[in-house]
């Protein structure tokens, strides 16, 4: 089974940018057909969808003229990251970094147990 374990600051101030990393075992984050992305869960509020990881170098969009998402994977150390600019405390939420493993036959989805970050001053 892959395994998935964020990392990243628990704190962030307003109008900084957050820094997450996902650290990946027991399979090549470069192995074909593994998918790789972040997700996030605001207090109280379902799972949202941040960003996927792109198959090599790194990708970024701009959800709204403020906020950038960037993801990115770093081979040599088999992590992907993320990171999210101009947080505010509206983006306070519990982070995970997921892998979709597809088979012939099967869609497996493994998580990370999820970090948490807090956006305050």
């Known amino acids: 089974q892959v395994q998935l374990v964020e990392s990243g600051p628990g704190l962030v101030k307003p109008s900084q940018t957050l820094s997450l990393t996902c650290t990946v075992s027991?399979?090549?984050?470069?192995?074909?057909?593994?998918?790789w992305a972040w997700f996030r869960q605001p207090p109280g509020k379902g799972l949202e969808w941040i960003g996927s990881?792109?198959?090599?170098?790194?990708?970024a969009y701009t959800p709204s003229p403020k906020n950038r998402v960037s993801t990115a994977r770093d081979t040599s150390k088999n992590q992907f990251t993320l990171e999210l600019s101009s947080m505010t405390p509206a983006a306070t939420a519990e982070y995970f970094c997921?892998?979709?493993?597809?088979?012939?036959?099967?869609?497996?989805?493994?998580w990370g147990k999820g970090t948490r970050v807090i956006v305050s001053s």
């Open positions: 027991t399979v090549d984050i470069t192995t074909a057909f593994h998918y």
């Open positions: 990881v792109p198959p090599s170098g790194s990708t």
């Open positions: 997921a892998g979709l493993t597809l088979t012939v036959s099967t869609a497996t989805n493994n």
